[in-house]
């Protein structure tokens, strides 16, 4: 009888995001993204294919990271 060869899975966080999630992770608008890349305040995106971008995470992450903390409070939460 022959042995059944153990199926490998991977998991691992994605590398690349289109704009969509993107700006999703970021909290943004797509548009809002567009305008700061094209401003120079956002990562730009990489070429992945002939018509295809993304953004890499961990760029996504090290520009949050640097984002000022912020002293204002989101409208639901802040004080009425």
Known sequence: MAKEAKKVIV???PLCLDLEASAQ???LSPSVIKKLVREGKFPKP??????RVGWLVRELEEWLEARPVSDIL???????
Do not use: H, I, N, Y
Not at 74 to 80: N, V
């Open 74 to 80: 989101p409208l639901s939460l802040g004080m009425p």
């Open 25 to 27: 992770a970021v909290s």
């Open 46 to 51: 990489r070429q992945l294919s002939e018509r």
């Open 11 to 13: 998991t691992m966080k």
